[in-house]
């Protein structure tokens, strides 16, 4: 059973940072692309970043460019997102996944991914 679990949520204020933490279990997670999508309340849930396998190839959405960083820990089985200058639209529930192979796709769809964590909230006040 493969279980992804987020962490490093919580309220900050506009301009600060996070950092989001998933650990992954049950599943070889070195062979697998990892994405992080988010959902607003009262939204659908949409596409924030991605990261092949190896960690080298990385996507963004327009909307996070510059100041998100995904990354991964193959050693730890954790994938990260650095979240710098943070504003208020950017409060939402935050979710990892795992893509069904080892590269991710540049149309990501709610519905192409494999598995999916419970999600952590990051709050951003104004």
């Known amino acids: 059973q493969v279980l992804l679990v987020e962490s490093g949520g919580g309220l900050v204020q506009a301009g600060g940072s996070l950092r989001l933490s998933c650990a992954a279990s049950?599943?070889?997670?070195?062979?697998?692309?990892m994405d992080w999508f988010r959902q607003a309340p009262g939204k659908e849930r949409v596409f924030v970043a991605a990261?092949?396998?190896?960690?080298?190839?990385?996507y963004y959405a327009d909307s996070v460019k510059g100041r998100f960083t995904i990354s991964r820990d193959n050693a730890k089985n954790t994938v990260y997102l650095q979240m710098n200058s943070l504003k208020p639209e950017d409060t939402a529930i935050y979710y990892c996944?795992?893509?069904?192979?080892?590269?991710?796709?540049?149309?990501?769809?709610?519905?192409?991914?494999?598995?999916w964590g419970k999600g952590t909230l990051v709050t951003v006040s104004s």
């Open positions: 990261i092949s396998w190896s960690g080298r190839s990385t």
């Open positions: 996944a795992m893509a069904p192979g080892a590269y991710y796709n540049r149309n990501p769809e709610v519905g192409g991914m494999d598995y």
């Open positions: 049950g599943r070889t997670f070195s062979n697998y692309a």
